[in-house]
């Protein structure tokens, strides 16, 4: 699994995160819990979990009995269009220690009431907005892949054997990361020298 040997190899790594391919997999879960990674990983509505009296209870159905006053509007960061405001709220579930904690997170759109689950694990007393920047970061890696299909072609390889492929990926988002260091650059000497320019 390439998540255990970048750990392995000692990559920094606060938080992992993912969708919910990889969020409803028990299997991923416990694995992270034992070797003592904090996650926050989205999952299905369906998904079971465990609440604080031990009954498996589906994720949608925990999010029902969260009374009003417990919705919280936070910020889960920047976007395209500015800030991404939501509701959020987290649920304890179990097991849950004296050093750690298990917690259903749910967030909910604005406009429409949508809702959406992460199954999270993390040291105990984690807060809410940890927990929601946690789960925004994973948009930043989106955006990044989508950039990287429409500017440098990640996604259009005609390989048929792993190691073109694997050589097709690193190329578009080395040339990606070029861009975008190329464009940060060019947008601070820009602020410099119009910094300098009004002095």
Do not use: N
């Not at 369906?46 to 417990?70: H, M, N, S």
């Not at 940890?130 to 990044?144: D, F, H, I, Q, Y």
């Amino acid at each position: 699994m390439l998540l255990e040997r970048a750990l392995d190899a000692g990559v920094p790594a606060a938080w992992v995160t993912a969708d919910e391919a990889y969020g409803g997999d028990p299997k991923l879960r416990s694995w992270l819990e034992q070797r003592s990674m904090p996650y926050v990983l989205a999952v299905k509505r369906t998904e079971l979990l465990v609440d604080v009296d031990g009954e498996r209870i589906a994720a949608e159905q925990l999010a029902d009995q969260v009374p009003a006053e417990r919705w919280l509007r936070v910020s889960a960061g920047q976007g395209a269009k500015g800030r991404r405001w939501y509701d959020w709220t987290q649920l304890a579930l179990q097991p849950a220690s004296a050093t750690t904690g298990r917690w259903l997170l749910v967030r909910r759109a604005l406009d429409d009431g949508e809702l959406a689950f992460y199954a999270c694990a993390g040291p105990a007393g984690t807060p809410l907005a940890t927990l929601v920047r946690v789960a925004g970061s994973r948009w930043t890696v989106e955006e990044g892949f989508q950039a990287a299909k429409g500017q440098v072609g990640l996604d259009h390889y005609e390989v048929r054997r792993w190691a073109g492929w694997q050589r097709h990926t690193i190329l578009a988002l080395l040339a990606h990361a070029f861009l975008v260091v190329t464009r940060a650059s060019a947008q601070t000497a820009s602020q410099q020298a119009k910094g300098g320019a009004a002095a």
